[in-house]
């Protein structure tokens, strides 16, 4: 491996240094993940410092702040062969990579995160939520994480599940209001997400009865708020904005046109598969996690050649079915805050950098794009891929081009 990154005098000494074995493995693993040479030579530097900086034995463990002194040494002028000190984003680089390094090896000694008295409870309730009621991973997700959330707050007072009453939960629930970080729907959200752990604690005789029933969530008018998608010149700035030749540009180029074209979930864009296209029949199959449902769209010209020009140009090969990949490594799929931070930057460099810039706020795009066009309230849900036509009821609410014609009328002097 050494002797692919570095000229053979320099690799010769990279051999002979204490660890080959286990620093020649991580750099294996790292050129696996799509790293490039750079980024190697980099890597093995770092770690033959850390050696000499830790002096470092078989099977040591080591703490972050161990890490974080030797960086300061590192840093010095000549402590990395140079003659002036370090920069914040090179420490940080090394530190980084020093943990990735020795977390591979497991030499590294983490701290385990800070749990709370009953998350053995939440455990269980979470085994039972995906065996017995078959919810999506991010429905169980919400509901464990606002478990987590409320007893973490109850283990700060003392508070066990055995000896709780009605009012610590409605205590619980008027403190995360007065703090006013959450909005009403959060609010809403949370207390709603607190009751069937509530009722699953109660058949298991885990609390009181009772608690459950008495969980009342704050008043929240279904559809309150005006629809917060994007501006259709926003969104046209956007997709110009992504015809570059770099293979980033191709993938998000590809992500964008999914977004804008079909109003797709940013969970159903990270679970799309080289499968789901169907080339002979134009068609494209989406798994819902949300509504639990596969649905198929047609696949589009401007889509499909969108697509496809990733595939053929831009997508790593040899890391599985996934259809799309990071761009940098390491090469992994996707997840929903990668297409997050894609679509608010994307948004930032157009100029666009106030209001919803989500993937979310595409789908909305989307949706009021097709009401502006004459849809009906009943084709929009279907192709938005709702389960009930209520929920595209909110895009009628602002209907600007109604609005405007209202306030164009001449009103006769009677204003």
Known sequence: MFEEIFFPRTAKRYRAAPFVEQRER?????????????TLRKCANDQLSLVRLLNLTEGARVRIPQIEVATAIW??????????????KARA?????????????????EPEHERHPHHAEVAIFETSLRQERGLSHATIQDYCRAADHFFRR???????????????????????HKLGRWNRRTLHDYAQRLKPFFVFAEARGWCRPGLAAGIMTPRFMTNEAVPKGLARDNVQRLLRSVQGDRPVD??????????ITYGLRAGEVVGLRLDDLDWKN????????KPGRTQVWPLTP????????????????????????????????????????????????????????????????????????????????????????SSTAIYAKVNLAALRE???????GLA
């Open 282 to 289: 134009d068609i494209i199959r989406v798994h819902c996690p």
């Open 250 to 259: 191709k993938r998000d180029r590809a992500i964008l046109m999914l977004f």
């Open 302 to 389: 401007d889509v499909g050649n969108a697509v496809l020009r990733y595939i053929c140009e831009a997508r790593p090969t040899g890391l599985g079915r996934g259809l799309f990949f990071t761009s940098h490594a390491p090469i992994r799929p996707v997840g929903r805050k990668t297409l997050g931070k894609i679509v608010r930057d994307r948004l930032a460099r157009i100029g666009v950098v106030t209001g919803r810039r989500g993937t979310h706020a595409l789908r909305h795009a989307a949706a009021q794009h097709l009401l502006d066009q004459g849809m009906s309230m009943k084709v929009i849900s279907d192709f938005l891929g709702h389960r009930n036509p």
């Open 75 to 88: 840093s010095r002028p000549k402590g990395r062969r140079c003659d002036r000190s370090a920069s914040l």
């Open 26 to 38: 991580y750099l294996v693993h790292l050129r696996a993940m799509g790293a490039r040479r750079s």
């Open 154 to 176: 109850m283990a700060e007072k003392g508070i066990s599940l055995r000896a709780m009453q009605m009012v610590d939960i409605d205590d619980a629930i008027a403190a995360e």
């Open 93 to 109: 680089h090394f530190v980084s990579r020093s943990i990735q390094w020795l977390r591979f090896l497991g030499w590294l000694d």
């Open 406 to 412: 209202v306030a164009a009328l001449d009103l006769e």
